[in-house]
C-alpha cells in the first residue's frame, strides 16, 4: 500500500540549496524575540509601556508556539510543508515591520503575527527535514537548531549599536532584510517541488489513518523533554542576573555578562547534539547523550546553589546545556517520528505541550522566590524539573518511532536505517 505522498512523484530537490534555505529559516526562528530585549528600556520610555504589557513582547511569541501550534500543523496539510513554511516566513518579516509603525497596540500586534510565523516553522521544518534528507535528518535538524541560536544570538547582539544610531525602531526593522533573504532562498530551493496533499479523511469522517500523537507514550516522552527543557532555558534566562545580584551583590555589568555567556555559549552547544549523531551507529538510541544534557543542566543548577561565586563557569557549562538541550529536544521530535506525517502530528503535539509549559516557567520560579524570600527554594525546585528531564530524556532516547503507514497507535523499534532513516517491524 502506498501514501498518498508516494503516489505523488516529488522532483528531487536541490540538497545543497534546500539545506541553506532550512538554516536561513532558523535564523529568523527567534531572532525578532531577542532583539526586543536590548532596546527594550527605549520602548518602555517612549511608549510608555508597563512592565506587564513589555513582558508580553517576549512571552506572547512563546503563547503563540503553544496555542498555534496545531493550526500550523493544519496549514502544513492543506498548503503542503513547502507553501507553509514560505507563508510562515513571510508573515515574520511582515510583524518585523508592522510592530515598529506606531504605539503600543500595533506592536503587540506585529509581535503577534511574528510570534504566528515562528509557529509555523518550528512546527514544519521538522517535516522537511525527515522527508529530504532521511539519512541526514537528525544531522541537519542539530544544524538548523544551530542557526535557529545563532540568530537569536546576532540580533540580540547587533541590535543595540543600530539602535544608537538609527533608534530602536529602525534596529527592530532593519531584521526583515534577513527574512527576506530566507524567503527568496526557499523559494528557489522549492520552486518546482509539488505540495504533498491533504491527509486522506476516512469515508466515516474520523480521524486521519495512522496513529495519534496524544495516545503515544512515547510522543508524550518526547513533548515532556521540550517542555522540562523550555521551563529550565525560559526560567534562567529571566532570572540568572537577579540571582547573581541578590546572592552575589554582583553589578549590572556582571549580571548581563553572565546572562550574555548563558546565550552565546548556547551556538557551540547546539553543535554538539549533530556531531555525537554523526559518529553513533545506524539504529543507536540518544538516551545516553540525553543524561549528559541533563546532567549539565543540574551542574548549572547546584553550582548557583552551592557556590555562586563561581559563575562564569557555571554560565558556560548552561550556555553548552542549553543549546544542546534544544538542539536534541528538535531532533529527538524527528528521529521519534516514522514518516513525514508523524512528524508532523508530533511537532504540532510537542510544541502545543512543551512551549505552553514552558512559558509558565519564570513565572513559578517567580512566584516561589517573592514567597520564599530568596532563591534556595527556586533553585531546588528548578533542580526537580532537571531529574524530571533526566527521566523523560532516557525514554524519548530509546530507538522507538511513533506512527508509520499501517501502524495505528502502535510504537515500533527500528530494524534499520540511519540518522532519521529508520524502518520499523
Not at 512566584?367 to 532516557?394: F, M, Q, R
Request: glycine fraction near 14%; aromatic fraction near 6%.
Amino acid at each position: 500500500m502506498t501514501t498518498p505522498t508516494q503516489r505523488q512523484a516529488r522532483p528531487a530537490p536541490r540538497a545543497g540549496l534546500l539545506l541553506l534555505a532550512v538554516l536561513l529559516a532558523g535564523l529568523n526562528l527567534r531572532g525578532a524575540i531577542a532583539a526586543v530585549s536590548p532596546v527594550l528600556p527605549e520602548i518602555r520610555a517612549e511608549l510608555g509601556l508597563s512592565p506587564t504589557v513589555a513582558g508580553l513582547l517576549t512571552t506572547l511569541p512563546v503563547l503563540c508556539f503553544a496555542v498555534l501550534a496545531p493550526p500550523a500543523a493544519w496549514l502544513g496539510r492543506r498548503l503542503g510543508p513547502e507553501r507553509a513554511v514560505l507563508a510562515g516566513l513571510l508573515a515574520i518579516g511582515a510583524g518585523t515591520v508592522l510592530r515598529v509603525l506606531d504605539g503600543a497596540p500595533v506592536l503587540l500586534a506585529g509581535t503577534f503575527v511574528i510570534g504566528a510565523g515562528m509557529t509555523v516553522g518550528n512546527v514544519l521544518l521538522p517535516a522537511v527535514t525527515k522527508r529530504d534528507f532521511a539519512e541526514r535528518a537528525g544531522t541537519v535538524t542539530g544544524l538548523y537548531t544551530g542557526a535557529l541560536t545563532c540568530g537569536a544570538a546576532l540580533m540580540a547582539a547587533l541590535t543595540a549599536p543600530i539602535a544608537a544610531v538609527a533608534g530602536w525602531r529602525w534596529a527592530l526593522a532593519v531584521w526583515v532584510v534577513v527574512t527576506a533573504v530566507a524567503a527568496a532562498v526557499w523559494t528557489a530551493a522549492t520552486r518546482g517541488t509539488a505540495p504533498a496533499p491533504a491527509a486522506a479523511v476516512p469515508p466515516s469522517g474520523g480521524r486521519p489513518a495512522g496513529m495519534s500523537a496524544w495516545r503515544s507514550p512515547v510522543a508524550w516522552a518526547v513533548a515532556v523533554v521540550l517542555a522540562l527543557q523550555s521551563v529550565l532555558y525560559y526560567a534562567l534566562t529571566t532570572w540568572l542576573p537577579t540571582v547573581l545580584v541578590d546572592e552575589l551583590g554582583a553589578d549590572l555589568g556582571t549580571a548581563g555578562l553572565a546572562a550574555t555567556l548563558f546565550q552565546v555559549l548556547g551556538i557551540p552547544g547546539t553543535l554538539v547534539v549533530p556531531a555525537v549523531l554523526a559518529r553513533r551507529r545506524p539504529g543507536s538510541g540518544q538516551s545516553g547523550l540525553g543524561v549528559a544534557v541533563a546532567g549539565a543542566w543540574a551542574v548549572l543548577i547546584a553550582g548557583l546553589l552551592l557556590a555562586p561565586q563561581a559563575w562564569p563557569v557555571w554560565a558556560v557549562v548552561g550556555g553548552l546545556a542549553q543549546g544542546a538541550g534544544v538542539s536534541l529536544a528538535f531532533t529527538l521530535v524527528v528521529l521519534r517520528a516514522a514518516d513525514e506525517t508523524a512528524v508532523r502530528r508530533l511537532s504540532g503535539m510537542s510544541s502545543l505541550v512543551g512551549y505552553g509549559v514552558g512559558a509558565t516557567g519564570p513565572l513559578v520560579v517567580g512566584a516561589v522566590y517573592a514567597a520564599t524570600g530568596g532563591w534556595t527554594a527556586p533553585l531546588v525546585l528548578l533542580l526537580v524539573v532537571t531529574a524530571g528531564l533526566t527521566g523523560a530524556l532516557a525514554v524519548a532516547g530509546r530507538p522507538v518511532a511513533f506512527g508509520g503507514e499501517g501502524f495505528h497507535n502502535v510504537e515500533v523499534r527500528y530494524r534499520e536505517g540511519g540518522d532519521g532513516g529508520h524502518r520499523g517491524y
